[in-house]
């Protein structure tokens, strides 16, 4: 007997049941993360680890969601390929367990952080899928670093001079920051920079266009202003 799926998360959802459901589930789970180390294999799995993870955390298993988060985790390079956004899809899942998997989870910001920018991460698509990511997580701590993604020169362009993020990058950072509830706590030496942009955020929620033109004309900061027209375009 042989099943075909037309919907990949279905099949990926039931592999997931299926595994939880094994006796040996310890050891099968260990063959898959040991098999990681190829895209291939990354995506063939990515799906079913996270349903995984959020059944174990619906189903209250702690130490199992630990090990097997440990394994994601510590076992692979956070800083190459795609593995960190597995880790942070993971992570994602596990409501009501972010205080007990603190030390996983802030591993995981920071190498998301880390992949976030120009100098580190030279693919454009991973810089704003790990942008989405930092503030779905919604650390505080990330508030500074996504606002200077939005309106500080960040990259260095093809003649070597420092350069605005690109559109991409930089609407990632902006959306991100208007979802996040962590928005307040924000070094003070954004100062008014960050009020422009808190005040773009507002606007562009309430669709209030003629506000974000009013705000675009009399901003002088020339990252507030681009971002007012990514906001207004968007």
Known sequence: LSLRFTYAPVQAYCCAKAIMA??????????????????????????????IC???????????????????VYSLNLLEDEYVFLAARCLLECHGHQRDL???????????GWRSLSRNEPRTSNRVLATQLLSRLADPDTVVNL????????????????DYEYSSVRMAAAIGLTRMKTRKKVDAT????HKGLVATFNYCEENDSQALIALFEKQNDAGIKAIIALAMGD
């Open 22 to 51: 094994r006796d040996d589930r310890e050891r099968v789970l260990g063959d898959i993360t040991s098999m990681l180390g190829t895209a291939s294999r990354l995506r063939w799995w990515e799906e079913t680890l996270v349903f």
């Open 54 to 72: 959020g059944l174990m955390s619906v189903e209250g298993e702690l130490d199992a969601l630990r090990e097997l988060l440990t394994c994601i």
């Open 102 to 112: 603190a030390d996983i989870r802030q591993h995981v910001i920071q190498a998301l």
């Open 147 to 162: 606002a200077q993604i939005v309106y500080q020169k960040a990259r260095l362009n093809l003649e070597g001079a420092e």
């Open 190 to 193: 954004l100062g008014d920079v």
